[in-house]
């Protein structure tokens, strides 16, 4: 094709120019070596948008609802990750969200069981105001877990004692990880996880979370 | 699944539900179905935000999941619908209708549902008149009552349905299942259920409840908790849940579309003819059917409003004239008239691509495309003479036309050695492929009226904020009832300059905002036609 507008080149096209509509002295388009450009000129402007009540209500429920999904729930945010240093009162005044608690319940029996593992992660909210229960062994807590999950379902009444109990095991879990944290943060050096972030990724039930690198 | 589309779902995930659902989200589009494992490795993304995130599209019905393929034990897999995400851009019309039909308790309905994916009856009810007694002045509340007649007005036009049950709750629950056996690893929703617009019988006495000021910290810290506390106190109707049934929004769009399509080419009283014969056909026809049921002339007067005072033998005349109309609306089948829904839907596409040929090109490469749709195939020379126009400006518009694809170019050799001067070269327009084709560039205009928004913001963030705080002030100042000279001189913290440049991004946002409405209302109509055909095929 490159060579189409050199004079020998009529000559080589393999079908009669005037076949397509291109007479004996019409010059062909020059080739172009660019790409179009990204806001090609318009040759027609284009019309102008419908205004009517209708079309402004709707402009209205478009901006209400855009902001109301991002203050839901479902508007995930993760975990603000690094911060400049880490501060002793990082851990009782964080509000931030984090990569393994849920703020809304769904109804877990309609999800995949897999999905629902964290929702024994405890709320922090509340957490340090709690005394410690004593220690208890590691598969006790599994199977008492179950039962309170399949309990909240069937009373939804008392779930709230019931993520308190949750919330202690899951504490005094974290403290047992405590020592263990700091000394991975110092040879780490500069990347620092939320505190409990770390706590819950390894206290966590080995069951699904050790394949994950964290650090 | 194309690019375009693909784009525009992540945009819309992640204005929705922020940015790491919209990484799931795009790598589940892009990939199919898939393990969580799978999923969380190749995002690299940390496994709970992932499992969050595939919670939010669950709970949104964006994402499906099923048994693994290996037997009952295997992983659970999990596929996103695009077309599903892509309804997100539908959801101010949604509620727009909601409005329209049954008022603003409708709308605040729709919209809850819409913005939780899907919830019980008591607790949209319960919001719903809590968010309407808030609205209200001081001392006047609004029954739940009101709201529950609404809400069964809106399952019985079947614009909210059921969610699919879960089928088998006992193995759902891991307790039943015992720790070491091999519990089943999801749900398995009910494929097909009956009852699916029947309400559960609850009852649900009182009004909504009014938030005061004081309390809102409070409220909003605990919130959830005590909404949930709320609702188990006093809710029958646990574990049903309730979607929008889009299919039926939609139909009512399609129909609607109809209507005005008739009102602007004929008149409004054959434009309520129709209405009548569309609503007369809305519970006998599925969504999907080509055309409505055959119905009598008869049928159709005893059905009209009587407010109309449209005698027989005038119904008779609109429905003739109706019938011999080249939209074909309406089409006679024996002696009785049914509508075609399909060649409606068809006309109405090719209205579409006609104007948006028009508006691109001008209206002489539109005749040119108008002719080509008409007469089929035409030889270049033909489209010069039939349309009347001097050839080399026709020959401009058709490769203009032909290179935007717009226009379709068959050869049918003379010979079989396809020898051009032994070939005929026919133009032809193939309404479908065109129709998807403009489908793809509305995707596309969106996302980038999408982009454009985004970056508008981010440039004036600063600006932003800096109003929303000042606002915050202000609104502070006045309830702790401050002098009017303190509530002017916050508000001079706002110089001049940036008001009008706020003014400026208001209008720009508001502009981008209203295109992307407009050209949704496209973009279903190229939709729906598009559906229509393969269904009809």
């Known amino acids: ?215 | 699944m194309t690019v375009q589309e693909v784009r525009l779902c992540g945009l819309l995930l992640q204005e929705h539900f922020g940015e790491v659902v919209e990484k799931v989200g795009i790598h589940l589009l892009g990939s199919g179905a898939q393990i969580l494992r799978a999923i969380a490795h190749e995002t690299s993304t940390p496994l709970d935000l992932v499992k969050k995130s595939l919670c939010v599209l669950v709970q949104h019905g964006m994402c499906e999941f099923r048994r693994g393929r290996r037997g009952p034990g295997g992983a659970v897999e999990y596929h996103a619908s695009y077309e599903r995400v892509l309804r997100i851009l539908r959801y101010p019309r949604y509620i727009y209708t909601a409005k329209t039909l049954y008022g603003d308790t409708g709308e605040l309905i729709v919209e809850e549902v819409l913005q939780r994916g899907h919830m019980t009856m008591s607790d949209s009810v319960r919001t719903v008149a809590d968010r309407l007694t808030h609205n209200m002045e001081e001392g006047r509340s609004m029954e739940y009552s009101e709201v529950v007649s609404a809400f069964s007005k809106l399952v019985e036009t079947h614009f909210l349905q059921r969610c699919p049950p879960v089928a088998d709750v006992g193995t759902a629950l891991p307790a039943e299942a015992g720790p070491g056996a091999p519990a089943a690893p999801a749900p398995t929703l009910a494929e097909s259920h009956p009852d699916r617009y029947i309400l559960p019988h609850i009852n649900l006495t009182g009004r909504g409840k009014r938030r005061h000021p004081s309390d809102d910290s409070e409220v909003d810290s605990k919130g959830a908790k005590r909404a949930k506390m709320d609702a188990s106190a006093a809710s029958d109707d646990m574990g049903i849940y309730w979607q929008v049934n889009f299919d039926r929004f939609h139909q009512h769009f399609r129909d609607q579309a109809i209507v005005s399509a008739v009102a602007s080419k004929m008149d409004q009283t054959s434009s309520e003819i129709v209405r009548t014969m569309l609503r007369m056909s809305e519970v006998t026809t599925t969504p999907t059917a080509a055309c409505t049921q055959p119905l009598s002339a008869n049928e159709i007067f005893r059905a009209l409003p009587p407010s109309y005072s449209i005698t027989r033998p005038i119904l008779e005349q609109y429905l003739s004239l109706l019938v011999d109309d080249p939209m074909e609306f309406v089409g006679k089948s024996g002696e009785s008239g049914g509508g075609y829904l399909h060649k409606a839907l068809a006309s109405l596409a090719r209205a579409t691509l006609e104007s948006v040929v028009q508006e691109r090109f001008g209206s002489r490469s539109a005749r040119i495309f108008r002719l080509l749709l008409r007469k089929r195939h035409l030889e270049q020379k033909q489209v010069e003479d039939f349309a009347m126009i001097p050839a080399k400006e026709a020959k401009d518009m058709l490769y203009t036309l032909l290179s935007e694809n717009l226009v379709q170019l068959q050869e049918i050799p003379k010979t079989p050695d396809h020898a051009p001067s032994r070939t005929f070269y026919l133009y032809t327009v193939n309404p479908l492929p065109t129709a998807r084709l403009l489908l793809q560039h509305c995707y596309k205009a969106v996302g980038n009226l999408i982009e454009r928004r985004l970056y508008e913001t981010k440039e004036s963030k600063r600006l932003l904020e800096k109003s929303q705080r000042i606002e915050a002030i202000l609104a502070s100042l006045q309830a702790s009832g401050a002098e009017p000279s303190q509530l002017s001189e916050v508000e001079e913290m706002i110089t001049a300059p940036e008001r009008q440049q706020l003014q400026a991004l208001r209008n720009h946002v508001n502009k981008l905002d209203s295109s992307e409405n407009q050209v949704d209302e496209t973009i279903f109509l190229l939709e729906s036609y598009i559906s229509s055909t393969e269904t009809s095929r």
Not at chain 1, 7 to 19: V, Y
Not at chain 1, 62 to 67: T, Y
Not at chain 1, 105 to 130: F, H, M, N, Q, S
Not at chain 1, 154 to 178: A, L, P
């Open chain 1, 1 to 215: 094709m490159a060579g189409r507008g050199r004079g020998r080149g009529r000559g080589q096209l393999s079908f009669n120019m005037e076949a397509v509509g291109i007479g004996k002295g019409e010059n062909l388009p020059p080739s172009t070596l660019q790409p179009t450009p990204i806001f090609p000129p318009m040759d027609h402007k284009p019309i102008p948008l419908q205004t009517s009540e209708e079309a402004e209500y709707m402009l209205a429920l478009k901006q209400e609802l855009r902001g109301a999904m991002k203050s839901l729930p479902f508007y995930i945010r993760p975990a603000a990750p690094k911060k400049d240093v880490e501060r002793y009162s990082d851990k009782y005044q964080s509000s931030e969200p984090t990569d393994n608690t849920i703020e809304w319940d769904p109804d877990w029996k309609r999800l995949p069981r897999e999905l629902r593992i964290r929702v024994r992660k405890p709320l922090k909210e509340k957490a340090p105001t709690v005394p410690r229960p004593s220690k208890q062994t590691h598969v006790d807590k599994e199977e008492i877990i179950r039962k309170l999950e399949t309990l909240e379902k069937k009373e939804e009444v008392s779930s709230d004692e019931e993520g308190e109990k949750r919330k202690k095991q899951d504490e005094e879990e974290q403290e047992g990880e405590e020592e263990y944290d700091e000394e991975e943060f110092e040879e780490e050096t500069d990347y620092i996880m939320s505190y409990f972030d770390n706590g819950e990724e390894f206290g966590g039930d080995s069951d699904d979370n050790m394949d994950e690198a964290i650090y």
